[in-house]
């Protein structure tokens, strides 16, 4: 059974940063991809960025230019590094893995991934 462990959140000013980790365990091998999601209360939950093992990344246009993803494979962890956080930005943070044979190219799509983490609560504010 994979388990995802997010750290990293907090309260922060508007224009401050934070960096996200993610840890997955538990891995079989093969090909994975890690995505980092948010949710804001009453809002549905939103992709923001992933990383495939074999080196490619993808971004929600809401958060490029700002927000950078990066997977170090050896640790097996997942970070998501945002800068200039606004508001807007506060939520819960998930992270989510499954296979690649599995999610494919839909990267953003929530319902492509199995596993997922408990969260990590963001507050900015202004």
């Known amino acids: 059974q994979v388990q995802l462990v997010e750290s990293g959140g907090g309260s922060v000013l508007a224009g401050e940063s934070l960096r996200l980790s993610c840890k997955r365990s538990s891995y079989s091998g093969g090909e994975y991809i890690m995505g980092w999601f948010r949710q804001a209360p009453g809002e549905e939950r939103k992709a923001l960025a992933a990383?495939?093992?074999?080196?490619?990344?993808k971004y929600a246009d809401s958060v490029k230019g700002r927000f950078t993803v990066s997977l170090d494979t050896a640790k097996s962890t997942l970070y998501l590094d945002m800068d200039r956080l606004e508001p807007e930005d506060t939520a819960k943070y998930y992270c989510?893995?499954?296979?690649?044979?599995?999610?494919?190219?839909?990267?953003?799509?929530?319902?492509?991934?199995?596993?997922w983490g408990q969260g990590t609560q963001v507050t900015v504010s202004s």
């Open positions: 989510a893995t499954d296979s690649v044979s599995r999610v494919g190219p839909a990267w953003s799509n929530t319902n492509a991934f199995q596993y």
């Open positions: 990383a495939y093992t074999f080196g490619q990344t």
